[in-house]
């Protein structure tokens, strides 16, 4: 598929009109579904989803600093071991 057929295809997209959720985009107004609904959060449930976010990090770049650590460590391995041959 061609770039100018993908164009025309996102240009020409019925089935994006037909959808409740995109109603309020084309023009037809629907109140069971007016789209996407932006909801007032607490502090307290802010600072929770920041606390997971951060014990979540750290321990992504825990484990990543393993997996780079044992890599580092087999690739040094394997470089010895090659030259010791030779």
């Known amino acids: 598929m061609s770039i100018a057929a993908m164009i025309a295809s996102i240009k020409f997209n019925d089935r994006r009109n037909k959808r409740e959720a995109f109603s309020h985009i084309s023009g037809s107004l629907d109140n069971e ?13 802010l600072q929770e989803i920041r606390e997971k976010l951060k014990k979540q990090n750290r321990i992504l770049s825990i484990k990543m600093t393993i997996a780079i650590a044992i890599s580092l460590a087999l690739t040094i391995a394997l470089l010895f071991y090659f030259t010791s041959k030779f």
């Open 33 to 45: 579904s007016p789209g996407i609904k932006v909801e007032p959060v607490t502090d307290e449930v």
